[in-house]
């Protein structure tokens, strides 16, 4: 099917024009290219189009970017395969002429103030971020190859903590189709609009909705970046194959005021919708995907709490899903604590004798509780009265208890909180360093993305008990996690046994080098498990990158 495209949002297409004449006077052949649009008293121009899709995006003559309106998207099948938003040639062009005249490293160098710049992203690596993203738009082949090849150079790089900048200057980086996007303007529409997908077979979608990027927040549109840097992850690293991989964001709106300003942000500016809009919208969409990928394994990422537990809950038992924030983080914590044990000289059973104090009350925090709880009670023989009693759980209001005037309205983003909650009222708001000092944990968890939480005397208090200390700092990115393993080694003597959310570079303490891990869940079930047509996803299937 033959569709048209005016000139009137595009350059590229021929810049002749007829000017208005009686109809005796335009021949046959010049009618079948006049559309019946007139600027300035002249009809314009059309050209015949024979392409649709991703091939259309790929044709640099007859592409107009974010240049196509509604109407045309879908005659010409690339709906949801570009930003909901539009921006004509002229807006385009200054995008371009922006970068032509001072690249994005020079810019983030400008940026000083900026988040991810100021953990110690270097603008080098920005810089380093184009190159490998404009590799993957013209060879994807060479691109995973180079990734493969490379990993630990090139993943901070393509992921965290890199991405996190990315994802925040979105709209501005964006040059090429990659993924797919779904925004409220598309009810009722998105079981067609996933056949705008070129591939027939997809292993995996990771999806977000951009409302809690990393521990930047609300990031919008721009939340898309999370599910392409960890889809990229899966291929160099999983071994999935690129085809069948999809990334995706849900452009329901955004609540970041700064973003909705801007006016080159390409999502939906208007604020987020919330309560059953919000639902409907999810279910279409999961319906969508279930419809034409029926064994696609649909992966959750980086959901604000409200919604993350609860969609979790909803879907579970229906598709192939899982929660990466709340599942994943928690297997890959757990797994972590093993290897703990394993360097104190302890075996795994030994994690039920463990005090263990934990920052932050958020999705992350439930699913990492919840999940080494399950594995004390089940594996070990400890009641689950007994496996919560191990627990403690700070938030920004201190230490919870049961006397907590809110504890029930928490549980609505932290299932069965109130049995982890001390059940000593005294202690109630205690302070994490005061928490520590009276419950003298063995094992320090940071969910809480709050940079610097872990300060010097938190992290040498750690260090009175007789065993060296377990400090895992999980908050991304670099500038949100609660310390470095600088600071964690250097306040323990290099006692501690680290591990972080964010890449941090090996310490020598006295001349002794001591390797810092990361712990990240990066990895997707095995592929079997996902072949096979399992129906729930458990966390014990999610696996550590590493």
């Keep these: 099917m033959t569709s048209l495209m005016t000139s009137n949002v ?14 005796a006077a335009i021949n046959l052949d010049q009618k079948r290219f006049i559309t019946s649009k007139i600027v300035g008293g002249q009809y314009l121009k059309a050209e015949i189009v024979r392409k649709k899709g991703k091939n259309l995006l790929s044709d640099p003559l007859f592409n ?12 010409l099948g690339i709906r949801g395969l570009v930003p909901p938003s539009t921006l004509n040639m002229d807006e385009q062009g ?13 810019r983030a160098e400008q940026e000083p103030d900026d988040e991810i710049i100021k953990s110690g992203v270097n603008p080098d690596n920005i810089r380093k971020w184009k190159v490998l993203q404009s590799v993957q738009d013209r060879n994807e082949t060479l691109f995973y190859r180079l990734l493969m090849d490379n990993f630990y150079e090139m993943a901070p790089i393509i992921y965290t903590p890199t991405v996190g900048w990315a994802c925040s200057h979105f709209s501005h980086l964006y040059r090429r189709p990659r993924g797919m996007y779904f925004c409220p303007y ?8 996933v056949y705008n997908w070129e591939s027939d077979q997809v292993d995996a979608v990771v999806v977000t909705d951009g409302s809690r990027v990393l521990g930047l927040g609300d990031l919008g549109v721009g939340g898309l970046g999370i599910s392409i840097g960890k889809l990229d992850l899966y291929v160099a690293a999983g071994g999935f194959h690129p085809r069948r991989v999809l990334p995706v964001v849900l452009d329901v709106g955004t609540n970041n005021e700064k973003l909705r300003a801007d006016p080159r942000y390409l999502g939906i500016k208007e604020r987020r919708i919330e309560g059953d809009e919000y639902f409907e919208l999810i279910d279409e969409f999961m319906a969508a995907i279930k419809l034409r990928w029926p064994r696609a394994l649909i992966q959750f990422e980086d959901f604000q709490s409200k919604y993350a537990i609860k969609l979790l809950q909803r879907y579970k ?24 044990m394993k360097v104190r000289g302890l075996a795994p059973e030994d994690l039920k004798n463990q005090k263990i104090l934990v920052a932050g009350a958020g999705s992350a925090g439930s699913g990492v509780i919840l999940t080494i709880r399950n594995a004390i009670n089940r594996r070990y023989g400890l009641s689950k009265k007994e496996a919560s009693s191990r627990f403690f759980i700070v938030d920004k209001d201190g230490l919870i208890s049961k006397s907590r005037s809110n504890l029930v309205e928490m549980e609505d983003e932290f299932y069965d909180l109130s049995s982890f909650a001390v059940d000593d009222v005294s202690m109630e708001g205690m302070s994490l360093l005061d928490t520590v000092r009276r ?18 005397e938190v992290l040498k208090a750690m260090n009175e008990n007789e065993a060296p200390p377990i400090i ?10 609660e310390c470095t393993a600088a600071q964690a080694q250097a306040a323990t003597g290099g006692r501690a046994i680290f591990a972080s959310g964010a890449p941090f570079p090996d310490v020598e303490i006295d001349g002794a080098k001591i390797a810092s891990s990361q712990c990240n869940n990066s990895s997707l079930p095995h592929e079997k498990t996902v072949v096979a047509g399992a129906r729930i996803v458990a966390s014990s299937q999610c696996n550590n990158r590493y």
């Excluded at 598309?186 to 609009?193: H, P």
């Excluded at 895992?472 to 996690?481: E, G, M």
């Design 10 to 23: 595009s350059s590229l297409v021929s810049k002749n024009v007829l000017k208005v004449a009686p109809a």
């Design 64 to 75: 107009k970017g974010l240049g196509f309106p509604r109407s045309e998207r879908d005659r």
């Design 94 to 106: 200054q995008v371009i002429i922006a970068e032509y005249e001072q690249g994005w490293a020079a």
């Design 186 to 193: 598309d009810k009722d529409e998105m079981a067609s609009m």
């Design 317 to 340: 038992k229906e598709y192939l899903m899982f929660n990466d924030d709340i599942q994943g983080t928690a297997a890959t914590v757990l797994a972590g604590l093993y290897g703990a």
């Design 439 to 456: 419950v003298k944990p063995n094992i320090l968890i940071g969910l809480s993305a709050c940079g610097g939480l872990f300060s010097e």
């Design 472 to 481: 895992f700092p999980l908050s991304n990115p670099t500038s949100r996690s």
